[in-house]
């Protein structure tokens, strides 16, 4: 097994990106504060944005989130009224997650 000749902290390629990932979302609980709303609702949001009226499934592929990670986020965007989730009309299996109306007007963007 090789030893590794450099073990200052500072010097370290994971502590740079651990610490920049911290200010990153320091930076975005900061920004997003005043719409009451997480970095990954805000991602959610983004998609939608992008387009709206997607199936469940797609949503988690799109972001690569696991449905029982995304489901109580949606949820909360749901009751908080940035979203509506709803039964496909032609598979009501699927579950069609798209914008309200007032929030599609209400772009976010940083």
């Not at 200052?8 to 900061?30: G, M, V």
């Not at 598979?91 to 309200?100: A, E, K, P, S, V």
């Amino acid at each position: 097994m090789e030893q590794m000749t450099d073990t200052r902290l500072a010097d370290q390629l994971c502590f740079s990106i651990y610490n920049t990932n911290r200010l990153f979302a320091k930076f975005y609980q900061k920004a997003l504060e005043p719409y009451q709303l997480t970095y990954t609702q805000y991602i959610v949001l983004l998609a939608l944005w992008e387009q709206d009226c997607k199936t469940l499934s797609d949503l988690a592929k799109e972001l690569e989130l696991a449905s029982n990670t995304l489901t109580p986020l949606l949820k909360r965007l749901e009751t908080a009224g940035w979203l509506t989730r709803c039964r496909a009309e032609n598979d009501q299996r699927q579950l069609m997650i798209q914008l309200t109306e007032k929030r599609k007007r209400a772009k976010i963007s940083y």
